[in-house]
């Protein structure tokens, strides 16, 4: 069984930036889409960003133009890349692998707390 492990959270200045990496213990080649979830206290996890096997990319509208996801099926690691940081990006994230083999593996999550 694949496990993801995130990490690179922590606390940084509003404009500041980050990188997440999310280890897989495993191959990720055979996950389809691997993506980052954030979860604000209080509030829903939503999906951020997306990488499909193939490259193709998906944002959501609130980190367009600042975060950046990317994936290397060599070593198992999926990055997001976040600057510009916001108080409003302040979040758990969580790193998920789906539509392959495993169907559906998450990580623990990494806290990311962004001051204004």
């Known amino acids: 069984q694949v496990r993801l492990v995130e990490s690179g959270g922590g606390l940084v200045q509003a404009g500041g930036s980050l990188r997440l990496s999310c280890a897989a213990s495993?191959?990720?080649?055979?996950?389809?889409?691997m993506g980052w979830y954030r979860q604000a206290p209080g509030k829903q996890r939503d999906l951020a960003a997306l990488?499909?096997?193939?490259?193709?990319?998906n944002y959501a509208d609130s980190v367009k133009g600042r975060f950046t996801i990317s994936r290397d099926n060599a070593k198992n690691v999926v990055y997001l890349q976040m600057n510009s940081l916001k108080p409003e990006d302040t979040a758990v994230y969580f790193c998920?692998?789906?539509?392959?083999?495993?169907?559906?593996?998450w990580g623990q999550g990494t806290q990311v707390t962004v001051s204004s």
């Open positions: 990488v499909t096997r193939a490259g193709g990319r």
């Open positions: 998920r692998g789906w539509g392959g083999i495993p169907n559906d593996v």
């Open positions: 495993g191959s990720i080649f055979s996950i389809n889409v």
